[in-house]
Every structure is written in C-alpha cells, then in structure tokens.
C-alpha cells in the first residue's frame, strides 16, 4: 500500500550536539568524519557490555550476547561519538525520532554503568535518563 502511496518511512536517526554543532547518524552510518574513531569505541563499549557482571541477564528478558545482536543503531553511534569529544563527567544528550529499541536500552543502560556518566535520550515518546545502569522509565518504554 505504502508503495502505491509513493509513501516512504523517515529513516531513524539520532542527533546530538557538540560544540555548538548538531550531528546526525543514521543506523549503520559511515558517512561520519569522524567515523573510524566512532566505530572502534563502540566496539570497545559493546565488547565490555558483554562482560559478566556488567548487565542484569534477567533485564526485560534478554541477555548479554544481545547486546550486541541488534547491529548499529543511530543512537549507539551517536553516544559513541558523544563519548570520543566530550569530556568525562559531562552529561550526554540524544534526540532520536523514533523509540529506543529494547536492545539498545538495555546497552545504554550497561554502558552508562561502564563509563560512569550519564545519557538522556529522547525519543519519539519519553526522556530516558540512564545513570549507573538505572533508566529513568523504569524499563518501561
């Protein structure tokens, strides 16, 4: 229907500022300056999230290999970059146009743990504010 409509779906994506400047990422995004930086912290961050201990394997029912299964979202690169030119302790903000899916919240949560700061995502229906591996929502979105 959609098209015979000549409809198209808007592309998630995710945006947050620096110094500034706002920047854009798609899923799966390469098109980034800064981008061979942004992939390999994200690496690091999704391979340390994956480490016993780091998440609650019960979390809304995933575990930790799941982490990662998702591929790369906008809202990973996103942090990532937020992560690679903020400096420590300053809080991460991310607007996403549609929901955090289950997977990326349950890795933001983790990762908020890992790096000891603190993200707040907005997406298309509430503020997430993810500290210490606690989000706001309570888990539930």
Same mark, same amino acid.
């Given at each position: 229907?959609?098209?015979? %409509?000549?409809?198209? &779906?808007?592309?998630?994506?995710? !945006?947050? /500022?620096?110094?500034?400047?706002?920047?854009?990422?798609?899923?799966?995004?390469?098109?980034?300056?800064? @981008? /061979?930086?942004?992939?390999?912290?994200? +690496?690091?961050?999704?391979?340390?999230?994956?480490?016993?201990?780091?998440?609650? /394997?019960? +979390?809304?029912?995933?575990?930790?290999?799941?982490?990662?299964?998702?591929?790369?979202?906008?809202?990973?690169?996103?942090?990532? #970059?937020?992560?690679?030119? @903020?400096?420590?302790?300053?809080?991460?903000?991310?607007?996403?146009?549609? %929901?955090? =899916?289950?997977?990326?919240?349950? #890795?933001? &949560?983790?990762?908020?743990?890992?790096?000891?700061?603190?993200?707040?995502?907005?997406?298309? @229906?509430? #503020?997430?504010?993810?500290?210490?591996?606690? =989000?706001? =929502? &309570?888990? !539930?979105?």
């Amino acid at each position: 229907m959609m098209k015979e %409509r000549q409809l198209k &779906k808007e592309p998630g994506c995710s !945006y947050v /500022e620096c110094k500034g400047r706002v920047h854009v990422f798609l899923a799966g995004d390469r098109s980034h300056c800064q @981008t /061979e930086d942004i992939y390999s912290i994200l +690496d690091e961050l999704e391979n340390l999230a994956k480490e016993p201990g780091v998440s609650n /394997e019960n +979390d809304t029912g995933r575990n930790r290999e799941q982490l990662i299964g998702v591929g790369v979202h906008s809202e990973k690169l996103a942090i990532a #970059f937020g992560l690679l030119n @903020t400096e420590l302790g300053t809080e991460i903000v991310v607007i996403k146009n549609l %929901r955090v =899916c289950g997977d990326c919240h349950l #890795f933001i &949560k983790s990762i908020s743990k890992i790096v000891d700061r603190q993200f707040v995502v907005r997406d298309a @229906t509430r #503020f997430h504010h993810f500290r210490n591996g606690i =989000c706001s =929502c &309570k888990d !539930y979105w």
